[in-house]
Every structure is written in structure tokens, then in C-alpha cells.
């Protein structure tokens, strides 16, 4: 059974900082694209960031280059996203996805988790 469990979130000050986690089972972590997306109330999902499998490879949409780094630990099958420099239009669920190397399309979804950027 697959699965994606998402961790972290919550109400966090601007400028502040704050770690999602996305704990994967069921498949073959190590050879899967790992992703993050958001999507805000009113807008459209967007990808925030990916993490290729067989490559070190990151890519970053450019509202959150340099303040979002994607991380993952394949020994945890375990994918990160670390915010900081956080920005009230940060504020969107944050949800991640698993892509198989063979696949066109975002194969398994973890939940959402809210993320609130006030004061």
C-alpha cells in the first residue's frame, strides 16, 4: 500500500522558517522524482519543487528560489522542503507527490498540510 504522509506546517511569522516532511512507503522510493506543490485559496496548484531520482538534480519555481530548498533522505524515504525567508503569499497547502522514472504524470499524492504565513 502506498503512502505519503505529510508533516509540518502551521502558523508562522514572516521572515520565519518551517520544514515539511513527506514520509514515503509501498514503493520504490530511491527511483522516484519526489515533488512539493502548493496551492493557495483562489489559485491554481502549483509545483514549488522537485527532486529527480537517479540525478542530483533540484529545480525551484522562482517565487521560492533561494529561500526553499528540497531535500530528500532515501535511506528515511523521507522528502523535505525547508521555507525560510517566508512571505504572506507563501501562504497555500503544501502537499507532496511521487513520480515513477517510466511515468508522465504525478503518481501518488501525500495530504495536504496548511501553511499560514501572518502576524
Known amino acids: 500500500q502506498v503512502q505519503l504522509v505529510v508533516a509540518g506546517g502551521g502558523l508562522v511569522q514572516p521572515g520565519g522558517s518551517v520544514r515539511l516532511s513527506c514520509a514515503a512507503s509501498?514503493?520504490?522510493?530511491?527511483?522516484?522524482?519526489m515533488s512539493w506543490h502548493r496551492q493557495a485559496p483562489g489559485k491554481e496548484r502549483e509545483l514549488v519543487a522537485n527532486?529527480?531520482?537517479?540525478?542530483?538534480?533540484?529545480n525551484y519555481a522562482d517565487a521560492v528560489k533561494g529561500r526553499f530548498t528540497i531535500f530528500r533522505d532515501n535511506a528515511k524515504k523521507t522528502v523535505y522542503l525547508q521555507m525560510n525567508s517566508l512571505k504572506p503569499e507563501d501562504t497555500a497547502v503544501y502537499s507532496c507527490?511521487?513520480?515513477?522514472?517510466?511515468?508522465?504524470?504525478?503518481?501518488?499524492w501525500g495530504q495536504g498540510t496548511q501553511v499560514t504565513v501572518s502576524s
Open positions: 527532486s529527480r531520482s537517479y540525478v542530483v538534480s533540484t
Open positions: 507527490s511521487a513520480q515513477a522514472p517510466w511515468s508522465a504524470v504525478y503518481d501518488y
Open positions: 509501498g514503493f520504490i522510493f530511491s527511483t522516484y522524482a
